[in-house]
């Protein structure tokens, strides 16, 4: 898979995530590991080196081939730099067709609707190019941002789920939401 993603307007494209893009990878986990850390699984040493990218990157390709996964970077088009990851993840076919929905994004580039228009493209994708007939996301109750990048993507929140993810090194609540292939209009967005 190869190709490229884009939301002109917004200024960022997506593009698959490979071994060549590692070194940039790990800079924007290093930047961003103690600012997220309240919103991310607690991980070993090993994963905040250039070979844990490289290994999370072999990993993921292989998931790729499978049809289990599929990780893209958000690149900043002006800067043809990494901003942030986005995965769709998961993925259940057969009578189910659905996939979970994760990203982040470098926390000097929030607020600039980046990670709204990276989940408008990846859920695009995911219906589109996917077939998938559901997307669904889980964040933690608290997070707000978060909230407001699904919402405005017109994902609907389904429910709590309890001790849901263990992040930060406990076991914690998060909301659920989703948006289903009919939702969504032709050109990708939710209908008014």
């Known amino acids: 898979m190869s190709f490229i993603l884009t939301n002109q307007s917004a200024g960022i494209y997506l593009a698959p995530i490979r071994s ?39 990993e993921r390709m292989k998931d790729e081939e499978q049809d289990r996964a ?37 926390h000097e580039h929030q607020g600039r609707g980046y990670m709204t228009s990276a989940v408008g493209l990846a859920a695009e994708y995911a219906f589109q ?6 997307l669904q996301a889980a964040i933690l109750l608290h997070n707000d941002a978060s909230r407001r990048v699904l919402e405005k ?20 609540d ?8 009919d939702e969504v209009s032709s050109e990708g967005n939710p209908p008014m």
């Open 174 to 181: 998060h909301r659920t939401y989703a948006l289903l292939a």
């Open 70 to 106: 599929y990780m893209f970077g958000i690149f900043s088009s002006e800067e043809e730099y990494l901003i942030g990851q986005i995965t769709i993840s998961n993925i259940v076919r057969g009578v189910g067709q659905f996939a979970d929905l994760g990203y982040f994004i470098d």
């Open 153 to 172: 993507n017109g994902f609907q929140a389904e429910g709590i789920a309890r001790r849901f993810i263990k992040i930060d090194g406990q076991w914690q």
């Open 20 to 58: 060549q893009n590692a070194e940039a990878l790990l800079d924007l986990r290093l930047r961003n590991r103690i600012v997220h850390s309240r919103y991310e699984p607690k991980r070993d040493e090993e994963f905040f080196t250039l070979k844990g990218q490289k290994q999370l990157i072999l």
């Open 129 to 134: 190019a996917l077939g998938l007939h559901r």
